[in-house]
């Protein structure tokens, strides 16, 4: 609501500089123009995860995220504009001068909002107080973790999960944490660790959390402060026992009977995967881990991107169809169109499209040049195959498969398995069920998403790379790094490929 409050004023400035300050006469076209800058502004905010860390990001970061905002809302008016072909009739320099008066007060507000929600979070009465159960390795960098996270939370005592470290009650321990040291404050608990629960760099002063014996825990959480419980269970080796963690456990049930609420950090579970998220599966919570995690809005993004596209690959195939389909027909009497099984996501078969670029009897000759082969087994890549058509017995001729596939026009037809839900602009190749039956363990992963029609593979070198261990590397880096925008630059990077040819085969 801040930002749309920010934005709208932003508009309105606009509207005030081009015509004189008589916002009071203001046009009625001008004022369905704030009704859909403000929907776009609700729309591109969550699409585009305009909030992520917002609370901790630094100055550049928040000037970056503004800008993109703007962008994406000034875009989509002029689409509105376009579209009602009112464009004529609304000033462009509204539209300029938005994009400037927009972007200073959203920067502005923002900038100002979240130091008000500093000064705000440092009050004693909003510092949420939490106890903390870790192993001793892990304790304090845990409690770095909670405090810094952009939130008022302390750490007030620590209770050890793999040792009794304090079992004696007239010996404390303490642990050093960054926080700022308010002196003025008289209370028992400085504020200090609230300041330092709002992201203070450390060496700015000094605060202790204290440290409890698991024999004095459920009177130390029953009798002091505590908002809330925090466990990272320590992990032991299978069939060993940990006494440390059973305790935890029998003072988590304590803490349910006094109605505290616990946090149990996911990430302390398993080193397996990187991302960790709590859902309900069926009739039941579970803890999903898997190698990467992206939000429903990404995914939607990414979904209407694949239907644009679709689309619009379908009506460019129709017309390459009109030269492609004669020409085929003429070099090879026979279906215009190839069809090959091929494996997608997490195993699906499904039948791709192509363009036929070879001879008809390709596949009962491929045994035969198996020793031919240029890459390690994995898939099949031959720069001289003499089965594409007009290749010639030795497959040195450039004929028109070798057209066809150096400017990547057989692809063209898979912009129906887009469209079916099968495939993605942007992904993995998908393998031939014979190269799938093939993989070893490692290299299912790289199947864990959508394959797509093009991928980091084919713009970072496409046949120009032989060994399928660099194909995997490359497949694990776009699955562990993907982002909407990086998909639109590999579109475009694709495109200049296709009309390049480069690393084709």
């Not at 509207?15 to 929907?39: C, F, K, Q, T």
């Not at 505290?260 to 579970?269: A, E, F, G, K, S």
């Amino acid at each position: 609501m801040v930002d749309l409050i920010l934005i709208e004023t932003g508009f309105t400035i606009a509207y005030a500089l081009r015509h004189s300050w008589a916002i009071l006469n203001r046009d009625p076209r001008y004022e369905l123009g704030m009704v859909v800058v403000a929907a776009a502004a609700a729309i591109w905010i969550i699409l585009a995860d305009a909030h992520k860390d917002i609370l901790t990001r630094g100055y550049a970061k928040e000037m970056i995220s503004v800008i993109r905002l703007l962008a994406l809302i000034c875009i989509t008016l002029m689409g509105y504009l376009f579209f009602i072909q009112k464009g004529e009739e609304f000033s462009r320099l509204v539209v300029l001068y938005f994009a400037v008066t927009g972007s200073v007060t959203l920067y502005a507000g923002r900038l100002l909002w979240k130091k008000v929600r500093y000064i705000y979070g440092r009050r004693y009465e909003n510092i949420r107080r939490v106890f903390l159960m870790a192993p001793r390795s892990q304790a304090e960098s845990i409690a770095e973790k909670l405090v810094s996270g952009g939130e008022s939370m302390s750490v007030a005592a620590v209770m050890y999960t793999d040792e009794e470290a304090a079992s004696d009650r007239n010996e404390t321990a303490y642990e050093k944490m960054a926080a700022v040291r308010d002196e003025a404050s008289d209370r028992d608990v400085d504020a200090s660790e609230a300041a330092g629960a709002t992201g203070s760099q450390p060496g700015s002063g000094s605060a202790g959390y204290e440290v409890v014996s698991s024999a004095d825990a459920q009177e130390y959480i029953q009798r002091e402060w505590i908002d809330e419980v925090v466990y990272a269970g320590d992990k032991s080796r299978p069939g060993e026992s940990n006494a440390g963690n059973e305790r935890a456990e029998l003072l988590i049930s304590e803490c349910a009977v006094m109605g505290i609420t616990v946090h149990r950090i996911l990430d302390m579970r398993s080193d397996s995967f990187t991302a960790k998220t709590v859902e309900r599966l069926g009739g039941t919570y579970v803890l999903t881990e898997s190698i990467r995690s992206v939000s429903g809005y990404q995914l939607a993004e990414k979904k209407l991107m694949d239907i644009i596209g679709g689309l619009i690959g379908l009506v460019f195939t129709a017309l390459l169809t009109l030269f492609l389909a004669p020409a085929i027909f003429i070099s090879d009497p026979g279906p215009v169109f190839y069809s090959q099984e091929r494996v997608g996501k997490n195993g699906r078969v499904f039948r791709i499209y192509k363009f036929r670029s070879m001879y008809k009897d390709a596949e009962q000759h491929r045994a035969e040049l198996e020793e031919d082969n240029e890459t390690d087994g994995m898939m099949f890549k031959m720069e001289n195959d003499p089965r594409v058509l007009g290749s010639g017995p030795d497959g040195k001729r450039h004929g028109l498969g070798y057209f066809i596939r150096r400017h990547s026009l057989d692809e063209f037809p898979q912009f129906l398995n887009v469209l079916k839900g099968d495939m993605s602009l942007v992904g993995t190749r998908p393998p031939t069920v014979d190269e799938w039956n093939r993989y070893e363990l490692r290299h299912r992963a790289r199947l864990a998403i959508k394959p797509g029609l093009t991928g980091l593979w084919q713009t970072e070198g496409r046949s120009d790379i032989r060994d399928f261990d660099e194909v995997i590397a490359l497949d694990m880096k776009y699955i562990n790094e993907w982002t909407v925008a990086g998909d639109m630059k590999l579109i475009l990077r694709t495109i200049a490929e296709i009309f390049s040819g480069r690393g084709a085969r």
